[in-house]
């Protein structure tokens, strides 16, 4: 899946045990945000553009035997690509919108509208990842696959939500209907105690501070 391995992943594993309550990433939640924004940060980055070009080729072990014969079948970067037109569906969910837009009307005029507008489209996708808390992947995409092996059979891997997260932010990094540069920022900017620590991560995945002048 675009070349992620656990190791990729472990620096944001480690902070959202501290930012979110409901990390659990055999659930959907708030917390994948993190994930996804880490990942279309990385799209940006040249080294990972290298991973990406790099990567090799895996398939639901099941699959393997007809993907040898040259049979179609759905590669672990096509689960990524399917699940991110899901994301570009939740961040501009109209009842979602509508749910943040009531319930942010009591901050208007407190904070700024930029901030404000960073904070809406961050709850507008945490809305509704908490809403589908108890979904199964198989039952929102149609298919799940456990072990995923490399074209030569020589390797394996496991893909869950955080994965999944991840990848389809490496592959929206440039989609304008996915604001998860707004996203990033709430993320950013509505974690006081672990500002540093938020800002330090993004920059490992960056390449470069993205909150000083010559990183913005």
Not at 9 to 29: C, F, M, N, V
Request: aromatic residues 12%; charged residues 20%.
């Amino acid at each position: 899946m675009f070349g992620i391995t656990g190791k990729h992943l472990e620096p944001i594993h480690r902070l959202a045990k501290s930012l979110y309550s409901d990390y659990d990433t055999e659930k959907l939640g708030a917390w994948a945000i993190l994930f996804l924004c880490c990942g279309a940060i990385a799209g940006r980055n040249s080294l990972w553009h290298d991973i990406v070009k790099n990567s090799d080729t895996f398939v639901c072990s099941s699959d393997l035997a007809k993907f040898i014969q040259g049979a179609e079948v759905c590669t672990s970067d096509d689960y990524a690509i399917r699940f991110s037109e899901r994301i570009k569906e939740w961040s501009n969910s109209s009842h979602a919108i509508a749910v943040v837009e009531k319930r942010m009307e009591e901050y208007s005029g407190k904070i700024s509208d930029a901030a404000l507008l960073c904070y809406k489209t961050w709850l507008t996708l945490a809305v509704m990842l908490n809403s589908l808390h108890d979904i199964h992947r198989e039952e929102l995409l149609g298919f799940d696959c456990q072990r995923w092996v490399s074209m030569s059979g020589s390797k394996a891997q496991s893909y869950g939500w955080a994965e999944l997260f991840f990848a389809a932010g490496i592959f929206l990094t440039a989609e304008p209907s996915v604001k998860w540069y707004k996203m990033a920022s709430a993320i950013h900017g509505m974690n006081k105690l672990y500002k540093e620590d938020v800002a330090a991560l993004f920059e490992h995945y960056a390449g470069k501070n993205l909150f000083s002048k010559s990183g913005s």
